[in-house]
């Protein structure tokens, strides 16, 4: 989530216990990130990272600008809880106490997958230069331009990864927009 500073959090939780990392740069606006996080049930570790993607194209800060995009937290050990398998998987949204899809966000995200382990830095290097992630421990990866039609497109959003576990897009989001790598 974004936090109120304006900085990238990861929040852990099974509904009793909570374990909030935050990074401390925060989001610079106009600007794409590449934003992995990771979580070990079994060692209860975690962590969070933002990397700048910044071209002369998809920037309100250029090349030349001098911003820090890139930022890391971890937290090692001592998160004593697991994932439940009926739980869901809420990107860019927020819930009500009774479980409404509810707030709104405005901007973009591009790319958006789960890996059953975290990625090493080949695979994210892969990805920060437009490459895919590793399929071997690919659980999903949506790819919000799948779908379209002469008639436009619906709500569900096809995961191209080797379980088929689409998204159900909430709020009629906006797809086909112009995204990191965009020129």
Known sequence: LIGAHGAMCLRLGDGEQVTELGLSRRLAPGCWDLVTAHWDADRGTAGLRQWGCVNR??????????????????????????ASPAGEFLIAGTRSADGAVIGCYNGKIDLIGVQLQALDQTAIDTMREGGMPPAANMATYWDTSVGYSDDGIGDVIRDVGPHGLDALGVNRPIRGMKGWNWR
């Open 57 to 82: 194209w998809n920037s309100r800060i250029g090349l030349v600008a001098p911003y820090e995009y890139d930022d890391a937290a971890d937290h090692e050990g001592g998160i004593a809880f697991a």
